[in-house]
Structures are given as structure tokens and as C-alpha cells.
């Protein structure tokens, strides 16, 4: 089998509402979306969404990138994943979004060349994960009545946003709390929002409101301050912008610098590298996360979904990108049971059976 073409397209989505984390504001979902095409009639869909707040790329750049790796992988074989990522590689660095998109298309004509759901192909640990639902930062009521809508509605787990000022985070915290009551999990992320020593107080307060986790609170250059945060505060600490792939994880983990590793498709360059992810984190007794982009479709989510819900050290999931769109580009992929879970198709591959090119340009 031979790669014979790569069709890129451009979509752009609004969100439900507009969404705000500490580094900025989103309002529409922006992604690239491929299509990979070989001799023998197999076509497989991959995402990029760049995600400029955390990857520092744009749309512009990752249909570039796709471009030139483009010229490359014609003629290769999609399934031989060692190639096709040294073929990426040499041609260009990092560029983590642009190669997902591939990444992602090439695992679709695995899975569908082996006529299996890619969660098989993953190793089969499920066949549906459960995800929690984020509450953008907003106004404390505000974020507290998201959050009462959100568990009415079937979540058991809320991530809300926090890293502006502390008296507005711990109001929200508390607004939160308030609203969901007890028996709901509610994990934080700072998205760098904090300094190490501020954030190793600013846990322990928020803590009064029973936190399951904290998300990346320090700058995601400073290890050493994660590595003081972690070992100072009672509340588990997940690293997030600090792990992009495998020689990040090795690191945290070598360091017993976090409790937990949030992986995203978009960071570290697609299943591939989160594979090792996982393998190097299980392997130091350190649960893992996969998260998403809030501009990422359901192509995105369902390559994560099926990598989660495929390996049993993915324990938790923040893949709630596709409930905040106003449509979805594609029909196929997962379905929605009780809100929460998403149960992914028994079709072979991501079980994308087409897109509405329609919405592309």
C-alpha cells in the first residue's frame, strides 16, 4: 500500500459561546483537516488544530507543514508508522499539529487495512471512555450555574479554569462547589497561571473545596518549580504544557516531578508519540490523562478517544472539544451515552465515514 495523495482542507466552526482560559480568549474552533489517499482505495482522515495559545502555531503554518511533509510521503507505506514519522522528522522540526494530522489519517488505514476500530488496534483495553466538561473562566456564578447545567445534565466530573487573580479563583472555586455539591469530582487548571511558590498556597486554600487534581500551574518551562509544587501540596499535580512528547514524560517522571501527565494529540505529534508517552509513564507507576484542543472537531477527539479508551494507564479524560461546537464537520466516529462517555464505533478505523466538505474552504 502506497500513499498517493494528501487533501488538505480549512475549517472553521464557531463555539457555543466563547471560551477563556488564563492565557486568552477562543471563540471559534479552527483546524485542519486531511485526507490521505493511497493505491489501494483505502482513505483515511486525520486533524490538526493548532492551538496557538499552547502550541504557538497557526492554521496558516500547519497547512504549510502538511505541504511539505506532503512531498515526502508520497509512496510511502501509511501503515509503516516508524517510516512515515523518520520521513516527518527529517523534514521538518517539531511542528507537532501538522504531523498529528498525519499521524492520525495513517492509524485511520490501519485500522481500517486490519478492518478493526482503531481502539482494537490501540490494544482494546474498551470500547468508550468517559470525559469531564470544562467551564471557561468567567464570572463566578457565572461558571458555578455552566457547572450546575453541566452535572444536571450528566457529568460527574467538572475542570474549570483558573491563573488570574486569587481571590476571583478561590471565589469561583467555592461558587463551583456550591453548585455541584459534594459527590462531583472538580479538578483546576491553571494553564501556567501561577509561580511555584504562590501556587503551593494557592492549592492548599482551594483545597478547602475538596480538588481532584491541579493542571499545570506553574510556567511550562520551570520543572524544577513543578517539582516543588508536587512535592509541597496535598492536591495531585498534573503537567500538561510541560510534557509536549516522550523525552519531556522521561523527565518528569525520572524527577517524580508531577503525580500526573495530561497528553494531547496536538503537542506531541499524534498517537505515535503518545504511545510512548504512556508506555514511559506506566512503566514509573504515573497515571495518564489525554486532553484536547477547545478548537479540535470530532476527528481530533476520536483518534484520542480510541487511544484512551485502547490502553489501560489513560485513566482520565478531558475530551469535551466537540459538545462546545455549533457543528460538526464529519458524520461518523463516536456516539454520546449518557452524556458523558463516548462510545466509539464498532466500524474499522476512527469509523469516520465521510466529511461535509461543505464547511471547508
Keep these: 500500500m502506497k500513499i498517493t495523495d494528501i487533501k488538505i482542507y480549512k475549517m472553521q466552526v464557531p463555539l457555543v459561546r466563547p471560551f477563556r482560559i488564563s492565557l486568552g480568549l477562543i471563540t471559534h474552533a479552527v483546524s485542519c483537516l486531511v485526507e490521505v489517499e493511497t493505491d489501494e482505495g483505502i482513505t483515511g482522515y486525520g486533524e490538526g488544530s493548532p492551538g496557538p495559545f499552547i502550541t504557538g502555531e497557526n492554521l496558516e503554518g500547519t497547512i504549510a507543514t502538511i505541504e511539505r511533509i506532503k512531498e515526502k510521503l508520497i509512496g510511502v507505506d501509511p501503515r509503516d508508522m516508524e517510516k512515515v514519522y523518520a520521513v516527518m522528522n527529517r523534514a521538518v522540526a517539531y511542528c507537532g499539529t501538522a504531523k498529528a494530522a498525519i499521524d492520525i489519517a495513517c492509524h485511520d488505514i490501519i485500522g481500517k487495512s486490519a478492518n478493526l476500530p482503531l481502539y482494537k488496534v490501540l490494544g482494546g483495553m474498551s470500547g468508550e471512555i468517559e470525559t469531564d466538561m470544562t467551564v471557561g473562566i468567567d464570572d463566578p456564578q457565572v461558571m458555578a450555574e455552566r457547572a450546575r447545567e453541566h452535572v444536571k445534565a450528566g457529568f460527574n466530573v467538572i475542570k474549570t479554569k483558573v491563573g488570574t487573580d486569587f481571590a476571583t479563583d478561590l471565589a469561583r472555586v467555592r461558587a463551583i462547589r456550591e453548585a455541584v455539591g459534594d459527590d462531583v469530582k472538580i479538578r483546576l487548571d491553571a494553564n501556567q497561571g501561577w509561580n511555584a511558590k504562590e501556587a503551593v498556597d494557592l492549592i492548599a486554600r482551594l483545597n478547602e473545596y475538596d480538588i481532584e487534581l491541579v493542571e499545570q500551574p506553574v510556567p511550562r518551562f520551570d520543572f524544577e518549580g513543578l517539582k516543588f509544587v508536587t512535592a509541597h501540596s496535598s492536591v495531585p499535580i498534573m503537567a500538561d504544557e510541560s510534557c509536549w512528547d516522550s523525552k519531556d514524560a522521561l523527565r ?110
Design 252 to 361: 518528569l517522571v525520572s524527577e517524580r516531578a508531577v503525580d500526573y501527565i495530561n497528553i494531547k494529540l496536538m503537542k506531541c505529534g499524534g498517537i505515535y508519540e503518545a504511545k510512548k508517552i504512556v508506555a514511559i509513564s506506566e512503566a514509573a507507576g504515573v497515571e495518564c490523562m489525554l486532553g484536547c484542543m477547545a478548537e479540535e472537531s470530532g476527528i481530533g477527539i476520536t483518534a484520542a478517544a480510541s487511544l484512551g479508551a485502547g490502553m489501560k494507564n489513560i485513566t482520565r479524560a478531558d475530551l469535551d472539544a466537540t459538545f462546545s461546537l455549533k457543528a460538526l464537520p464529519f458524520e461518523g466516529g463516536f456516539d454520546v451515552k449518557d452524556t458523558r462517555h463516548l462510545v466509539l464505533s464498532s466500524e474499522a478505523g476512527l469509523g469516520i465515514r465521510s466529511l461535509k466538505k461543505e464547511m471547508f474552504s
